[in-house]
């Protein structure tokens, strides 16, 4: 087949392109793969491991449906993370959350000795795991190079693949302390790996299905041929369904709770709507590896009928069977990603974890008392590495010495089930306010202890030491007692053992009241969407604590330019004067989280604790403070929505003022003009009187001439007098319109015949074009007499000698038009509006200004207007028509 | 004899005004709008003008624009005749070089001897 040589090349290849897709993210950073939800989605796929790969096909082949709760449990569970994940990102964020232990501990009163169990309990539980990862590499190494497993550690290739991978996740897992930074590079590296994985055993479930065989529904022919087939493939009654049910618990609960996925689903979120596109995303995902992977057991089980082989890893065998290479360097490979993402991941959360829950409070924090921000950055990120590294090496030996003998599955699922000891305080951290440490630790130490005596023991003691007798074995025999006959091993633990913790925890936690930090944490935690704009103030301490003190140790691990930063945010914040000596609740909390993105908070606790002197509250207290601040929250959230009301308010005020400012300016602009417009007939009046009062030897002609002026003006006056006041009338709805249905055409005669001989005088031809079907309408004749007057009147003016006026009558619909068109000047374009105001004189000069009083336009359009009709003037070639439309009918009086 | 010119297109305002000034001894020239006042200081050298300053075709203001670029009417004196009465008028009038600024209604009489004020200062 294929040498070791050209094997290890391979790989070197392999990671070579991880380590190169890692650093172009790192250093390209672009917007398309940071904001990218698939990336995030496809991250989360690290939950499919070596035992996914290889471990689920030996399931599916030896014990049939079983193989199916991996998979279907966390379907299950996935689409409640649109509530839960949102949550517990929130709160992640906002306490600087880097690890789970931090989240459980900082809940339960941010007490470092809980947070240390946590880390303990993950270690138990992942490093076994990450020796799974090793074994099933360096077993399907030796398997495609067809060469026998060395006992010398340092011939064996699998070995040296290892030290890659752990300098690999050092380099890349430490390049950044904070919490906040997310690790583009890795968790693009470990998304291209899910995407291979999947990628190949989709090529291998193609090749089994369609070139081994002649399609699925072959492979399941053939295969239910196997006495077996049946039972396996179907629930045996209770039992079997009872068992697949806690098989799928088991693994809901893990879904959320690893360490590697709480890592990649909430430390490296980027964005909370990326948890949207992971809900479906994600089950497709898995759907897809579960069906592909029944056909590939069976398909093994046919193919290696009476052969003595090891059904987890028929994915290998089976197109090493057909010769081909290809495909089983592919599935190597394929196999490998599951392996190396699942390892990178886990070796960097736990590093988080050891480093800030067991080696920084317990032993290093002395040493950051001195140091700079680079010398004590760098001192963090050295222990982190040093950290992946060792339990690298530590699940090595762990695989070389213990799990030879084990398979891949039941090691998987003992680990799954420590884990799983931590889902009541987990889950109870986000959802009840009364779960305290106590109860939360407790509980956790019992059923840590029942999975160790029914899990541990057995497996480790008992399958090494057949015949080990004595004490711990009678004890061990007295719990035969608790055997539930329906379970079978795992899933018996781990209902106990669940039982037992939340019982506990419960219990305890009812019991006895927490103290006030627990609860505060609590109330924070359980009400995250109400806090999460200033979560600081929903942190109660009291005390003594100066800035000065904080601010070094700030300085000490963020340096000075980051903390002057920070500092500068707060007090903008929280309107605090920069010169502000003491140190109040807030500062503290919002120190402590700095800090916790860096150390942990546990560490981040400490080092506070220890240059401030807190005073003692009473729960009760810490109770009403918060209740207290809720009621503002409410409060403040009422006055801002008032205080946009009244803004609004504010804003319509202040244009209906300007509106009637707008209007009063308007009204003294017309008052203006027709104080002008009485004043030019005055003047006239006025001069001529006194020409006839002081001239005694006036010729008789002028005499009478100027008589006659006085006389008219007096008139013009009145009239102008007259049209302002029935103008204002008719506008401020004054004037009840008569209507009655009336005859056009008499109505039309009717204001025609009093200026008819001024029309002859100016020999105008006046003609009509009757084109009407009716000629009933409603009007009031009156006004509409008035109307044909000032419009007729109007043409009149300005009609030169001998010129035409024409007068058209038309239907259309609803309405009645009349067009009246005279010959004579064109009014200008700008000014056919503007014709019908108060007193418009035009700017342009070609209109002789008319006599009259000026407003027999404006009060034509309001006549019209009241009548719901318009009225408009318009060009036509060598003369002016005026358009008047009227609706047929009216409201009758 | 002295000659004046009269601008305003109220017919009736002109009248008035033509009678009296030539019943003093003016010589009396009559225009309706500014276009033709501006066409008469072409071959005309009035001693006084009389401006209406809301007329057709150039109103008041820019006629008197029109007098102020014309070096030869220096020692002409330009009198507003409005019905325009609020004092931002009157000021823009006096402004704009205006010997006098004359509101509507006027005594004839007092026109008279303001403008033969102006001729004595």
Known sequence: MMSSFALFAVVLVYLALLFLVAHLAEKKKSKIWINNPYIYALSLAVYCTAWTYYGSIGVAATSGLNYLPIYIGPIMVIPAWIYINTRIVRISRVNKISSLADFIALRYGNSRSFSAIITLVCLFAIVPYIGLQIKAISETFHLVTETPMSKNILTDNATFVVLLIALFSSYYGTKYVDASEKRLGIISAIALESFLKLFFIIILGLFVIYFAFDGFSDIYQKASKFPDFKAKNTFNGIEGAMNWMILCMISGTAICILPRQFHTAIIENRQEKHIKTAIWFFPLYLLIFTFFIFPIAWGGRLIFEGQNVNPEFYSILIPQHFNNTLITVLVFLGGLSSSVSMIIISAITLSIMVSNNLIIPYGLLGKFKAENEVQNTRNITNIRKFSIFGLVILAFCFYKYFILKTSLDSVGLISFVIIGQLAPAFFGALFWRRGSYKGAVIGLLAGLAICYFGLIIPQYYFSYNQDVKGALREIYDAFQFFDIPYLTRIPEIFFWSILINTGLFTILSVSMKGDYRERNFAELYVDIDKYIQNHENAFIWRGTAYVSDIKNILERFLGKKKTEQAMRIFNIKYNIDSQTETADSRFIKFSENLLAGRIGTASAKILIEGVTKEDKISLKEVLNILEESKENITLNKKLIEKSEELKQLSNDLSSANENLIIKDRQKDDFLDSVAHELRTPITAIRSAGEILADDDDIPLDIKREFLNNIITESDRLSEIINDILYLDKLQHGEIALNIHENNIIETYKKALSPILHLIQQKNIHISEVDLLNQYIFEYDEARMIQLFHNILGNALKFTDEQGTIQTKLSEKDDFLIIKVFNTGKNIPEEDLEMIFDKFYQSKNQNIIKPTGSGLGLAISKRLVEAHSGNIKAENSGLGVTFTITLPKKNQKQ | ?121
Request: glycine share 4%; charged share 30%.
């Open chain 2, 1 to 121: 004899m002295k000659k004046i010119l009269i601008a305003d297109d109220e017919h009736k305002i002109l009248m008035s005004l033509e009678y009296s000034f030539r019943k003093i001894g003016y010589e009396v020239f009559i225009a309706r709008d500014g276009t033709e006042v501006l066409e008469f200081l072409k071959t005309l050298i009035p001693d006084v003008i009389l401006l209406d300053i809301m007329m057709p075709n150039l109103d008041g203001y820019s006629t008197l624009e029109e007098i102020k670029k014309n070096e030869a009417l220096n020692n002409t004196k330009v009198l507003f005749l409005s019905a325009k009465n609020n004092p931002t008028d009157i000021e823009k009038g006096l402004e704009m070089g205006a010997d006098a600024y004359v509101t509507k209604p006027y005594s004839i009489k007092k026109l008279i001897s303001q403008i033969e004020e102006l001729f004595n200062s």
